[in-house]
């Protein structure tokens, strides 16, 4: 389908799943899958038309977001011996101060180039490509970026990122995709059942910030050990900033581990397990949403509608040295692979 400058592409594979994307944000808007029963739903928010994401509050379903997501602190880094200073636009923090998920006009708000591709396997896929030039929102380097989607025979969406900068940079990836395995998103998702696999807990401050201390949850329901579900894990923990029943977290995989987490819906059936290279993972729950966005069939988009999974490097990478580095190097290529896999219990 075409909208103007916007194009649409929908991806299939042998099994019948498909998924949907779209060149503004090069975003994953719909992943239509089957429960324990045969029956079929779309399990990511979203909109009908690209306008819906455009005027959306919530700015980032389904988007290819960076250059650097997550929030970096007073909006500035040093790099180089030098002080860059990025866009302040983090609204979460008062007053506005901080920068998050790559500025004002984001990899989200971006037309991308598209190609499709077929794999030598004959698996169907979508190649965006995108130019960022030196100073945009602030960062340093002429960046060229690409973000290639493939839906595989194994009912997995293979998501890989590649970039080139001509100069120091930090780069850091992630899709914004929203899940809710019901299918269903006026169906809350606390009753979904999260795992993750040796993880440990970055420790984020009231402005969602890591306060650089990195916490084992062994013994603590916010390790999201898959024997209680996500609204019964977040509401047992003492660990959180934030006090209504909403997660806005990153956890650390540990070193040498299977970096994946596993997400199932009990009355569906429908799971999702994400194998990722990216050495942590951010997770939020849609706390924040208040119905005011009117998601795909004019469904209002409440709180915990969805949760998203975002495989990624450490929040606040630039001014924490002590944490996995970001920085892309000329002559360098960036890449960080994730696997989302489809199937049912």
């Known amino acids: 389908m075409d909208n ?3 194009q649409f592409i929908t991806l299939s594979n042998v099994n019948g799943l498909t998924a949907t994307f779209a060149s503004y944000g090069a975003r994953w808007v719909s992943m239509y ?3 324990s ?9 979203g909109f009908d038309t690209i306008e819906g994401y455009e005027h959306a509050t919530e700015q980032y379903h389904g988007a290819v977001v960076g250059r650097v997501c997550g929030r970096i602190r007073n909006a500035s880094f040093e790099l180089g011996g030098k002080r860059y200073e990025l866009v302040s636009n983090d609204i979460y923090g008062k007053p506005v101060k901080n920068h998050l998920h790559g500025g004002i006009k984001g990899f989200h708000k971006k037309e991308w180039d598209l190609e ?5 396997t004959g698996e169907e896929g979508v190649v965006f490509t995108s130019f960022s030039p030196d100073g945009e929102e602030g960062y340093p380097g002429n960046l060229n970026i690409s973000v ?21 940079t930090y780069v850091n990836l992630t899709n914004h995709a929203f899940f809710n395995l019901t299918g269903d998103p006026g169906q809350p998702i606390n009753g979904h059942f999260l795992r993750l696999n040796t993880c440990s807990l970055i420790e984020c401050d009231e402005e969602l910030l890591p306060t650089g201390r990195i916490i084992n949850l062994r013994d603590d329901t916010l390790g999201f050990h898959g024997d209680i579900s996500v609204g019964e894990a977040i509401s047992s923990s003492e660990l959180l900033p934030i006090k209504n029943g909403g997660i806005s977290q ?11 987490l596993y997400l199932a819906d009990p009355v569906s059936g429908r799971t999702l397990k994400i194998v990722t290279d990216s050495p942590s993972v951010q997770i939020y729950n849609a706390y924040l949403m208040d119905g005011s966005d009117r998601g795909k069939g004019g469904i209002a988009l409440n709180r915990f509608c ?13 001014n924490n040295p002590q944490f996995p580095s970001c920085l892309l190097l000329p002559g360098e290529v960036m890449r960080m692979k994730s696997l989302y896999f489809f199937g049912v219990r």
Request: hydrophobic content about 35%; proline content about 6%; charged content about 25%.
């Open 306 to 318: 969805g949760i998203a999974l975002e495989p990624q490097g450490y929040p606040d990478m630039p």
């Open 148 to 168: 290639t989607y493939v839906l595989r025979s194994d009912n997995a969406v293979e998501i890989l990122y590649e970039g080139t900068s001509d100069a120091a």
């Open 33 to 35: 899958v089957p429960d």
């Open 116 to 120: 499709r591709i077929v794999t030598e």
């Open 4 to 6: 103007d400058q916007n």
């Open 250 to 260: 990153s956890y650390a995989f540990d070193e040498g581990s299977e970096h994946s």
């Open 37 to 45: 029963e045969g029956l079929w739903a779309d399990v990511i928010l």
